[in-house]
């Protein structure tokens, strides 16, 4: 099982990035998919979930109404959409796939918010 995240980089506060998670390796379609982040000396915490057929989401209240996760089961892929990114969202970014009493991580992408 691989999951590839993609998408991250430098941006400044008030801009926006898609962050992208691709799955292989796993019935994708019955998973729920999350995103996580960890900041440097935080731990790691969760932004957005989305159940396994994209019906049901939820969403850290730090980033309610920024940010938005969706998927693709034709894909393999999950999505997340960061708009008014502010400095505290700089972390690294997870993707995470729970499903069968499995969980699987993906290796992470660098967002970095900063002028």
């Known amino acids: 099982v691989q999951l590839v995240e993609a998408g991250g980089g430098l941006v400044q506060p008030g801009g926006s990035l898609r962050l992208s998670c691709a799955a292989s390796?796993?019935?994708?379609?019955?998973?729920?998919m999350s995103w996580y982040r960890q900041a440097p000396g935080k731990e790691r915490e969760l932004v957005a979930r989305i159940s396994s057929n994209g019906g049901s989401t939820n969403y850290a209240d730090s980033v309610k109404g920024r940010f938005t996760i969706s998927r693709d089961n034709a894909k393999n892929a999950v999505y997340l959409q960061m708009n008014s990114l502010k400095p505290e969202d700089t972390a690294v970014y997870y993707c995470k796939g729970s499903g069968n009493w499995l969980t699987y991580w993906g290796q992470g992408t660098q967002v970095t918010v900063s002028s």
């Open positions: 390796g796993l019935t994708f379609s019955r998973y729920d």
